[in-house]
């Protein structure tokens, strides 16, 4: 396997989460979307010309992507901006070539936007990724690339390990799919559709289907290098997207910070009574972590978005909150580690799909705020959270990243929470350690 595993000895490693012994009062500059950094890699690499990407986020899932489009012939060169500001990814559309090997990781992102990519290359594309990813579901991509045209080896089960056998283009055309269990599905199906021969028209089957904001964001990001997509909610059929044959664009994007790696240093403002400032929040955005300007309004904080970024301000109260999630499901660990220190119970819904992320969320989730003493229960969609008075212990975090960042924020307002394997925090934010004690003023 190649790429950017975590190292081994850190999967056991405990971290002494920081109590607060203090309100929160602090400027956190978040790094860059995980989700636009690996989109905007993607169309770069799909374009006609090349493109910069400024402030991409640097962490294990981005890796992953560019070193899996770099085995594909993509030149990807890190440095700075063309006026010397800032980190600056040049990206050099040089071809897509086989045989090459893709490690996925545990990265939803990678094993779905790639395989699409990979039925455009000239050769053998071979995926695989952390024992976690063959578990995930992916045979909405595998099945509908299969009926676009292209030729891919499995074990039958539609997921990972696969060989994606691409023959240099794909027919393209319409596909049926049921993405009920990831929104990555649709996404993945529309980013490279430009490059097929007849584009493609994906309709979507399914009973429910999560994370909306983020095929919106798929949808913009395409338009904005210049590629034709009808949606449904541009007058077109419900549940039906098309994007018509072209070439893209290569474009100078600079990639907004990361609003779903904001929410636990907004939930420490709520649960230390504090102040928090996220600079570069942008006015309008696909990011669902937008939607914690809501979320946690209505959990008792209060905020105000100025031109530097977000001012978020908790009260000192936390109360417990009654809403659906099925469009921000990633925002799920750290809500209900909020809602496990308030003072009402909470009921979050609509997020069965968090079964088959990187963990079952919902198992780890109630196991582990249960052990420090709380009382959470599985609902069929989502969870209970009754809070209780909760005492130290070892959170452990299942290779998730949001398990990691879960606990820490429950660390803020209990003695003696100790996270496991906070190294796993790098999928998205490897600086989160450094980010949470500075933030705590503990550097
Ligand atoms: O497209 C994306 O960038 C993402 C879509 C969502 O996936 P699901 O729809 O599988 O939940 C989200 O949870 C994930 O973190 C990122
Ligand atoms: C579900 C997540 O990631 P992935 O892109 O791997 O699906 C997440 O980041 O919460």
Not at 217 to 245: C, F, H, I, K, Y
Not at 393 to 406: E, Q
């Amino acid at each position: 396997m190649v790429g950017t595993m975590a190292p081994k000895d850190t999967h056991t490693a405990l971290w002494p989460a920081p109590r607060a012994s203090a309100t929160v009062d602090a400027t956190v500059h978040v790094p860059g979307s995980k989700s636009v950094t690996n989109r905007a890699l993607v169309l770069a690499a799909l374009a006609s010309e090349p493109g910069w990407l400024r402030r991409p986020l640097r962490s294990r899932d981005t890796l992953l992507m560019a070193a899996a489009l770099r085995a594909m012939g993509v030149g990807i060169e890190e440095g700075v901006g063309p006026d010397g500001t800032g980190e600056a990814w040049r990206v050099l559309p040089t071809g897509l070539h086989g045989p090459a090997t893709v490690d996925v990781g545990n990265a939803g992102t990678v094993m779905r936007f790639l395989p699409p990519v990979a039925a455009l290359a000239d050769g053998p594309i071979r995926f695989d990724g952390d024992p976690r990813s063959y578990e995930r579901p992916l045979h909405g991509v595998v099945d509908a690339l299969r009926v676009l045209g292209a030729r891919i080896d499995d074990d039958g089960r539609g997921a990972l390990p696969l060989t994606v056998h691409g023959s240099g283009a794909l027919d393209g055309g319409p596909v049926r799919i049921d993405a009920s269990s990831s929104s990555q599905f649709v996404s993945a199906l529309l980013l490279s559709a430009p490059r097929f021969n007849q584009g493609v028209e994906v309709r979507h089957i399914g009973s429910t289907l999560p994370s909306m904001p983020h095929i919106r964001m798929t949808v913009d990001m395409l338009r904005s290098v210049g590629a034709q997509v009808d949606t449904p909610e541009s007058g077109g059929e419900p549940n039906v997207w098309r994007v018509t044959p072209g070439a893209l664009l290569g474009r100078d994007l600079t990639v907004e910070p990361d609003l779903s790696n904001a929410q636990p240093f907004l939930a420490a403002a709520l649960v230390t009574g504090g102040k928090v400032i996220v600079p570069d929040w942008p006015a309008r955005t696909t990011q669902p972590g937008d939607q914690l300007r809501e979320i946690f309004t209505e959990m008792g904080g209060s905020c105000e978005l100025t031109e530097y970024g977000l001012v978020f301000t908790g009260s000192g109260s936390i109360h417990g909150i009654d809403v659906d999630l099925g469009e921000v499901g990633e925002l799920t660990p750290g809500i209900a580690a909020v809602a496990a220190l308030a003072d009402s119970p909470s009921t979050l819904r609509g997020v069965a799909h968090l079964r088959l992320h990187e963990t079952d969320r919902l198992a780890a989730l109630t196991k582990e705020i249960n052990e420090l003493g709380g009382d959470v229960t599985e609902t069929a969609d989502g969870l209970h959270i009754r809070p209780r008075p909760l005492h130290g212990g070892v959170f452990h975090t299942y290779d998730d990243h949001r398990m990691a960042t879960a606990g820490a924020i429950i660390g803020l307002a209990v003695d003696g929470v100790q996270i496991e394997n906070v190294a796993t925090t790098a999928k998205t934010l490897p600086d989160f350690p450094d980010l949470w004690t500075g933030m705590l003023g503990k550097n």
